[in-house]
């Protein structure tokens, strides 16, 4: 079965960086675009960044924009999400995700859009 797996939250403190990875298994990984999402506590599931299969293209929510970078390598099946110069809003469960319903540019940011999803992982920023 589709397998994703997320790794590298941690605790960090504001203006830090950390890298997050997504492991695929179980599915065609160079066929699906990828995408993270993240949910702060007593929030929705927001999206965050969105590359497309090839690595091509990318869309980025504006809360992150020039901060983060969404990267992928198709040889290692696996989704990285670089976050640099961190903040405390950024606090979340980050969550990847891979897109099943439509083209990569189609409807991104909607979590209807992607039909597997990974466990998340824990990012703490402290100010």
């Known amino acids: 079965q589709v397998q994703l797996v997320e790794s590298g939250g941690g605790l960090v403190q504001a203006g830090g960086s950390l890298r997050l990875s997504c492991a695929a298994s179980?599915?065609?990984?160079?066929?699906?675009?990828m995408g993270w999402f993240r949910r702060a506590p007593g929030k929705e599931r927001d999206f965050v960044a969105l590359?497309?299969?090839?690595?091509?293209?990318?869309y980025y929510a504006d809360s992150i924009k020039g901060r983060f970078t969404i990267s992928r390598d198709n040889a290692k099946n696996t989704v990285y999400l670089q976050m640099n110069s961190l903040r405390p809003e950024d606090t979340a469960g980050y969550y990847c995700?891979?897109?099943?319903?439509?083209?990569?540019?189609?409807?991104?940011?909607?979590?209807?859009?992607?039909?597997?999803w990974g466990q998340g992982t824990q990012v703490t920023v402290s100010s």
């Open positions: 590359i497309s299969s090839n690595g091509v293209r990318t």
């Open positions: 995700a891979a897109k099943t319903v439509g083209l990569y540019s189609t409807n991104y940011d909607s979590r209807s859009s992607y039909g597997y």
């Open positions: 179980g599915l065609t990984f160079k066929s699906y675009a």
